[in-house]
């Protein structure tokens, strides 16, 4: 038997991928391209018209004083209602509630996000106010990973249930195509969109069960899959780029809710957040 280090290294894939500058532009490309036929057509567009927000906000100066550091929380009331300008909210059907955004509400609001963003729960009452919330969250989060991705103790970061930039749960996975990763399975953060490398054909919910079946909707969503697991009877989504290299795993996920019913009926319940599935959303 060969000693262990005469055997060949494969070149190891990065263990960590931060979110892109641009991924709330691209998460918005999306899903207007997805609310193109769509029954939830006009949610999806509304989503579309958030995530461009989103995109104006990470390029503000308040976002960019962000440090890996900030107590992202305390940074929340502020971001959210420079979010509010942005989206210009009152003109996207957010006139029917009178922004009491008060900084109270804003901070126990944005502890039950976090929490949510956890697993501890996977839909949320269906509140603009909460969208919003959500939202602005989301940038904070992702303008901290970034710089978090970069410092060296990341880089030891090893097989991880939980996202490695802040803790929260994975949203679904993505395999990736093209580059140096293709192929390569990596789980996305509901809250910072940080992506971390993942074993395929392991259950990601409870680490023990062998994925043993995918379930895909015929015709629809190719490129969506759902990864069941039959030792935890829980499932969680999988985004395939080699099937259709613009998927996106946040935006794909909410325009294939016809999955996650089919998946149902088959006695599988979804076991990843996704922060902008609501109630109504998800009946
Ligand atoms: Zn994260
Ligand atoms: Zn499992």
Redesign the pocket.
């Known amino acids: 038997m060969l000693p262990p280090q005469s055997l060949p290294t494969a070149v190891s894939p990065a263990l960590l991928l931060p979110p892109a500058a641009d991924v709330f532009a691209r998460r918005a490309a999306r899903f207007r391209c997805l609310a193109d036929q769509h029954s939830l057509g006009p949610w999806l567009n509304w989503l579309a018209v958030l995530s461009e927000a989103q995109q104006n906000l990470a390029a503000t100066p308040a976002i960019h004083t962000v440090s890996a550091q900030t107590d992202l929380l305390v940074a929340v009331p502020a971001a959210v209602e420079q979010l509010r300008q942005l989206f210009n909210a009152d003109a996207h059907g957010m006139d029917d509630f009178a922004m009491a955004l008060d900084e109270a509400f804003v901070l126990d609001q944005a502890q039950s996000v976090l929490q949510m963003a956890a697993g501890s729960h996977l839909t949320a009452a269906a509140d603009r106010s909460h969208f919003l919330i959500v939202a602005a969250m989301q940038v904070l989060w992702a303008q901290a990973a970034r710089l978090r991705v970069q410092q060296p103790q990341m880089a030891q970061t090893e097989a991880h249930d939980a996202c490695p930039c802040c803790g929260s749960a994975a949203l679904g996975s993505i395999i990736m195509a093209g580059e140096s990763k293709a192929g390569l399975r990596y789980l996305e953060c509901c809250l910072c969109a940080t992506r971390w490398n993942a074993v395929r054909a392991r259950?990601?919910?409870?680490?023990?069960?062998e994925v043993v079946q995918y379930l895909a909707l015929e015709g629809a969503h190719v490129a969506v899959q759902a990864e069941t697991?039959d030792?935890?009877?829980?499932y969680i989504k999988t985004f395939t780029q080699t099937k259709d290299i613009a998927v996106e795993p946040a935006a794909d996920d909410l325009a294939s809710l016809a999955l996650d019913v089919l998946v149902g009926e088959q006695g599988f319940a979804r076991?990843a957040p996704n922060l902008f599935l609501c109630d109504a959303e998800a009946a």
Do not use: A, S
């Open positions: 259950c990601t919910l409870c680490t023990q069960g697991c030792c935890c009877q829980g076991g």
